[in-house]
């Protein structure tokens, strides 16, 4: 099948702000390791959220590389019974995962009503800036304004 004939492809934002499904349990993890390291084709951008946004796809060794090595950084960090930090756009056929940093939890699920952005994304498309396309709200702008007498 022809993609053009498909309609457009999501952009990064598009799915990002889609909606997605968490993995709650540790088992589930490692089913979709395994999907992923399946899938490692050097189609897979991996982006660091605050770091240079990358506009290169990781080759299939680094991708595999990155899946082991934040597999074992999850587990250390988050030392609980549940992974409940990884979010998967399908569970079946990933192409879009965010990882929350076990060290900047805050509330992942956006129910204290800030953002708190993942710590990292693996995608099939070419991401963007995450922190300049999601500044903080306006209450929080205020607050710093506040805090520091900058414009108001």
């Not at 990358?54 to 074992?72: C, G, H, L, N, Y």
């Not at 708190?116 to 070419?126: A, F, I, N």
Request: charge should be negative.
């Amino acid at each position: 099948m022809n993609p053009a004939s498909q309609g457009p492809v999501p952009d990064f934002l598009q799915r990002f702000e889609a909606g997605s499904t968490g993995i709650l349990y540790w088992e589930q993890l490692e089913r979709l390791w395994t999907l992923l390291r399946d899938r490692a084709d050097g189609g897979w951008y991996v982006y660091a959220v605050g770091d240079t946004v990358p506009v290169e796809p990781v080759s299939a060794e680094d991708f595999r590389r990155f899946i082991d090595e934040v597999d074992t950084l999850l587990r250390q960090d988050h030392d609980e019974d549940y992974c409940g930090i990884v979010y998967v756009d399908d569970r079946e056929a990933p192409e879009f995962v965010k990882i929350f940093d076990p060290n900047n939890l805050g509330s992942s699920c956006g129910s204290s009503g800030l953002r708190v952005l993942p710590g990292w994304v693996l995608s099939r498309v070419p991401p963007v800036d995450l922190q300049a396309a999601m500044p903080p709200t306006g209450s929080r702008r205020r607050w710093w304004q506040r805090l520091f007498g900058g414009a108001k």
